[in-house]
């Protein structure tokens, strides 16, 4: 049974994630003498979910800490020395839900979840007279605190006075989070779409520029400083500038990472991300001293693993700043992906830089584009293993890594990656060039050759 995609759990509550479903992970995953703490986002199936999940966690021999309605980030962080689960399915329609399991602050690595996998069937439950208990605890309190703490000790006590911030919350839990961090840090701030509603009514859960042109609108009018906006459960942020222009996921990670970097006293500071990630980058981690590692697209917290393991044995080796578009880990505040903590950072950078204008400038921004091929689920690995030959031959002057889909790099610095969504029905297809819409159009060509079959 494969259960976990690239972001744990994640479908439709009618067929796929269903309290069946949930009440056999609690079992599968508890342990005795294990304490979890249970967190949903504002879907209208969190709750029954979360008792189900409870329930299996007890009956496995494990206490139940239930924190409620919370961002994602702040169950990670209340999941730090014991272990978490979040209810969610993040961007995903008001019809899904899903399921992330924490040790520690940090997501369950591959071999974890594959355990969980294996006992799902068949899971132990405890002696009657050895089930767990349940209470309630509060966390977000201590969350807002940290995050604003950690940023005040990066920027200054007030690091954000005299910046005025419209901050789109699109009915997620982010409400409950990223304007009460910002206006204690000094900014100026407007909620829009703060009232959690798990039918995610004012757009679409996944902020994109599509889905947020009511808060590009309400941005044109210059009043603001900065736009930020949340999925729906605050671990993507998407920021704009104060005339309502979107900036690219890539150009906000970039500028991020040089600022670690350059702020790292480490003599080999690295910034792990992902494959579709730009080579812009790559330009401000090089021109602030550090290098680059990538991993596997929802896989963060290997990478930044497996970059530790390695500074065993070079300890000047230093993992500053790990993020894949949209989603950051801040490595100084804790290992998890936190759009609450971005929201604030890059609020602080667009404060000391003047302007958002003024923060992207020196990015060189080469023309990049995402687009979708429909994939069926049911064809996605046959697809993937037809483009491992047939795009390499569509494109023989390019070199060829397959170990996160099949990426292509050109001699000009070029390159195009095509990997299959691990939570949508799509195959997706990255390119950055010149000469993009034309490097798109044949790669897409050949990618949809592949579905088809």
């Known amino acids: 049974m494969t259960l976990f995609g690239t972001a744990g759990i994640r479908g439709p509550v009618d067929a796929e994630v269903t309290p069946a479903l949930a009440l056999a992970v609690g079992q599968a995953a508890g342990e005795p003498g294990e304490t979890f703490v249970v967190g949903r986002d504002g879907r209208e199936t969190g709750q029954a979910l979360a008792a189900a999940m409870e329930a299996g966690l007890e009956s496995a021999g494990a206490d139940v800490r239930r924190v409620g309605r919370v961002p994602t980030p702040a169950l990670a962080f209340a999941s730090r020395g014991r272990r978490g689960v979040m209810l969610t399915a993040s961007h995903n329609p008001p019809a899904d839900n899903g399921i992330k399991l924490f040790a520690d602050g940090v997501e369950y690595d591959r071999e974890r979840e594959e355990a969980v996998e294996a006992r799902v069937d068949d899971p132990d439950v405890a002696p009657w007279d050895e089930w767990g208990g349940a209470e309630r605890a509060d966390v977000l309190g201590a969350y807002r605190t940290a995050v604003a703490d950690y940023v005040r000790g990066r920027f200054g006590d007030e690091p954000l006075a005299g910046l005025s911030v419209a901050v789109d919350c699109g009915n997620g839990v982010g409400a409950l989070a990223t304007p009460q961090v910002l206006e204690r840090l000094g900014a100026d701030v407007v909620a829009l779409n703060a009232s959690v509603d798990g039918h995610f009514p004012a757009r679409e859960s996944k902020p994109t520029p599509e889905t947020l042109t009511d808060l590009a609108a309400f941005l044109d009018g210059g009043e603001f400083d900065l736009g930020l906006a949340h999925d729906g459960d605050a671990d993507r942020l998407v920021a ?199 490097l798109v159009a044949a790669a897409r060509e050949v990618v949809e050759a592949a579905i088809e079959g």
């Open 240 to 438: 704009l500038e104060g005339d309502g222009t979107v900036i690219h996921e890539d150009t906000v990670l970039a500028v991020v990472a040089e600022r670690y970097v350059s702020e790292s006293d480490a003599a080999d500071p690295v910034v792990v991300t992902t494959p579709n990630a730009s080579a812009r980058i790559d330009e401000r981690v090089r021109e602030a001293g550090g290098r680059v590692e990538r991993v596997r697209l929802g896989a963060l917290h290997e990478g930044i693993a497996r970059e530790r393991h390695a500074a065993r044995e070079e300890p000047d080796t230093t993992v500053v700043f790990a993020a894949e578009p949209w989603k950051h880990i801040h490595t100084a505040f804790g290992g998890w992906i936190d759009g609450v903590a971005s929201a604030a950072v890059v609020s602080a950078l667009v404060a000391e830089a003047g302007s958002a204008a003024a923060l992207r400038d020196p990015v060189t921004e080469r023309p990049y584009r995402k687009v979708s091929a429909d994939c069926p689920d049911e064809r996605k690995a046959d697809a993937m293993a037809t483009l491992e030959s047939s795009l390499p031959a569509a494109f023989p002057d390019a070199d060829v890594d397959t170990s996160y889909g099949v990426r292509l790099e050109f001699p000009d610095a070029s390159w195009v990656l095509v990997r299959p969504s691990g939570t949508e029905p799509y195959v997706r297809l990255y390119a950055e060039s010149d000469d993009v819409e034309d």
